[in-house]
């Protein structure tokens, strides 16, 4: 990007504006510690890519590196971020997954566990990282619950940069297995991921780290937006399969075309977007929605886009921050001043005491004129093996807590349906190879495993059953299976 096409970074709380060059020292509004917003002149932008088109040399998330604030001709990680798959579930998958409901949605996964360490946050760690040696800092440090300081860890491997790691020592186990794998140097915290964030902070500031933190350096949701990039570039892949086979931006013969084809399409640049009704995502420290409404934001002001969806936030119940402030205040102020909570939940990469994205986590979902709630975590559980079964993909508890977030919001008719579908984009923040302990203890809850006694045990879908070594054993199982 040509940086003249960035106006300001503007802090969220009080509306200052300040120079990039200010804003990559402070990472903060020195007067609020609001989290900043940057601001672009998108005539320019949208000139820029008229003129250069988008980055068709580049592949992931770097094709949109004409909407990303760093420096053409920055050095980029060599294991590429994004171009993740957004998978169209078919009708009878996504009513077998939704309800009865699911036959009034145009319903999509994007599955974001395909990025190199398995997470959506590789995005937000591959930005961060290229600017941290585009400004020559020695070293990176991050607080993470566990997948951000993965995504940290193994950007910075490939690049040779060296990077620090605070996470609780709570994490789960195959989370550090990873950091340590990547060659981090990790700092196991006696504490909260909020008792992590603040040692990090002081750290940094001490020692002159550069630090990566999420809801406090401008460049992760920054990162984390080329999400909302794709999707709706993948959306009009779609859309013109139905409506236009033959065009060279239609999804292939394999795809199935969108249900939902009304969504309006724009070219610029070589690329067609289209965007959905519905984006839902799970909410943690509030840093992917934010980027992804950030993301949503570009397109339409760019006028790549014509709409913009609503978006479902969708948080655990034991950790609900966001939630809490949208019922109890209106304003950025408010939701900036309200005390933190004692978070516990399954979806540990969820689990926030005092989100640190809180202010613009809650503008997105006002903004969409969306909605935010809450679900258990056995629900969240319970999502995990049905995900699974139903679309082919492995999710953490983060993306399950999205999943069964739609289904509530189905059942309780938060979601306006008609005759005609509306589509919804559903995102999948991280791989279920993330947190093996809750996908067994998921499975374990809903099909018990029998024992090698039992007789006249029936196999079906998700169960595990022992058995003798005998054929004759395996025919009664799977008597009355249909196939």
């Not at 949109?64 to 998958?93: D, E, M, N």
């Not at 409901?101 to 996964?109: A, T, V």
């Not at 009704?277 to 339409?300: E, K, P, Q, R």
């Not at 969306?370 to 993909?393: A, F, N, Q, S, Y």
């Amino acid at each position: 990007m040509d940086f003249t096409c960035i106006k300001a970074f503007r802090c969220t709380i009080c509306g200052n504006e300040v120079p990039q060059a200010e804003a990559d020292e402070t990472y903060v509004c020195p007067y609020d510690g609001g989290n900043y917003d940057v601001i672009y002149d998108y005539d320019k932008l949208r000139e820029a890519i008229k003129k250069d088109g988008f980055g068709k040399e580049k592949d992931g998330m770097w094709r949109y590196l004409p909407l990303l604030p760093i420096q053409k001709g920055a050095r980029l990680p060599p294991i590429v971020a994004g171009g993740t798959p957004l998978h169209h579930i078919p009708q009878t998958a996504t009513e077998k997954l939704l309800g009865e409901s699911g036959s009034k949605i145009d319903f999509y996964l994007k599955d974001e566990g395909r990025n190199p360490t398995g997470s959506l946050k590789d995005r937000a760690s591959s930005l961060v990282a290229a600017k941290a040696l585009h400004d020559k800092k020695p070293l990176v440090a991050t607080a993470s619950t566990g997948n951000a300081a993965a995504a940290l860890s193994g950007i910075c491997a490939s690049l040779g940069l060296p990077c620090i790691i605070f996470v609780p020592a709570a994490a789960p186990p195959a989370k550090i297995a990873q950091l340590r794998s990547f060659g981090a140097y990790v700092f196991l915290v006696d504490g909260v991921y909020d008792d992590a964030f603040e040692l990090c902070q002081e750290c940094t500031k001490k020692f002159g780290w550069y630090c990566r933190s999420t809801g406090y350096n401008a460049y992760t949701s920054e990162g984390k937006k080329t999400v909302s990039f794709e999707i709706c570039e993948q959306l009009a892949g779609y859309v013109l399969r139905g409506t236009s086979p033959e065009h060279p931006l239609a999804m292939g013969m394999c795809a199935e075309a969108a249900r939902c084809v009304d969504m309006g399409i724009v070219e610029l640049g070589g690329g067609a977007f289209s965007a959905p009704n519905w984006i839902a995502v799970s909410i943690g420290d509030g840093n992917i929605i934010s980027g992804t409404w950030a993301g949503i934001n570009d397109l339409y002001s760019l006028g790549l886009i014509n709409r913009k969806p609503k978006l479902l936030g969708v948080q655990a119940e034991g950790s609900d921050y966001v939630y809490r402030a949208l019922k109890t205040a209106k304003t950025p102020t408010e939701w900036d001043k309200l005390p933190a909570i004692d978070s516990t939940t399954v979806a540990d990469s969820i689990e926030a005491n005092l989100p640190r994205d809180r202010v613009r986590a809650c503008r997105a979902i006002m903004d969409s004129g969306g909605i935010c709630l809450t679900v258990t975590d056995e629900e969240i559980l319970k999502e995990i093996p049905t995900t699974g079964r139903e679309t082919g993909v492995f999710v953490e508890p983060a993306s399950a807590c999205t999943i069964a977030g739609i289904k509530k919001a189905l059942r309780q008719k938060l979601i306006p349906l008609s005759d005609s579908p509306i589509s919804m984009v559903a995102i999948m923040t991280g791989t279920g190879l993330k947190d093996i302990a809750a996908a067994q203890r998921a499975v374990t809850a809903s099909k018990d495993e029998a024992s090698s006694s039992a007789e006249g045990l029936k196999m079906e879908r998700g169960t595990a059953i022992k058995i003798p070594i005998s054929v004759k054993a395996v025919e009664d199982a799977v008597k009355g299976l249909p196939f």
